[in-house]
């Protein structure tokens, strides 16, 4: 076979396709073989899957080392997203504005440079503009399901909740998990409340267990 059709054939068959060899071998006949001979055996796509990591950057998260603890998080779960081979996306907030730290891309070893790179421009500061951190998420979510209408996706929402701002649930992601960051000795539980108004996943940071939740995003179509 030639170099061409090797990687025709290996493209095909991650997609979810395996070569037909015999139907390959009756279309290629006496002649020399060329990529058009391929026949294939129709198969299903794997479903890939998207974690969007949601992060509180406000002033109250540098309180009590809550946003070390919840970056120490996002290194956990981008070691989960690379061991399921799957996309992650970053998006930061704080002050008046919102940004997108990391747009979708495959997941990296937390070791390796890229990740490094990827948590460095997340400093603390200023206000808690809660909508425009979801309404960003949600935007980046949605266009990544209209170039892959099959992705499954998971909006991971770190926070300590300090903020008066209520937004709607974001209806672009299958599932959402709400990972309370708070530590302070009065608990507002504005992250418990949020999780209950979004039918979401609650996590305690402070639990320091984050087990269920990995294994179910782990399962659900990874």
Known sequence: ??????????????????????????????????????????????????????????????????????KGMLMQLIQMAYDQQADIAIVGFAGAEARVFVAPTRARPPTSIHAERWLQPIRGGGATPLSR????ASRLISQAKQAQPQQHTWLWLLTDGRTTESPARPSAADNIVVVDCERSRIRLQHCLTLARRWSAQYLNLQDRNFTKAADTARNANG
């Open 1 to 70: 076979m030639t170099s061409a059709a090797r990687q025709l054939t290996a493209s095909r068959q991650r997609g979810g396709e395996r070569v037909h060899w015999v139907r390959t071998l009756v279309a290629k006949g006496p002649e020399i073989f060329r990529r058009e001979h391929l026949r294939f055996r129709p198969g299903v796509a794997r479903t890939r899957t998207l974690h969007c990591l949601l992060v509180d950057c406000s002033a109250s998260m540098l309180q009590s080392q809550q946003l070390a603890a919840a």
């Open 133 to 136: 951190g979801v309404a960003t």
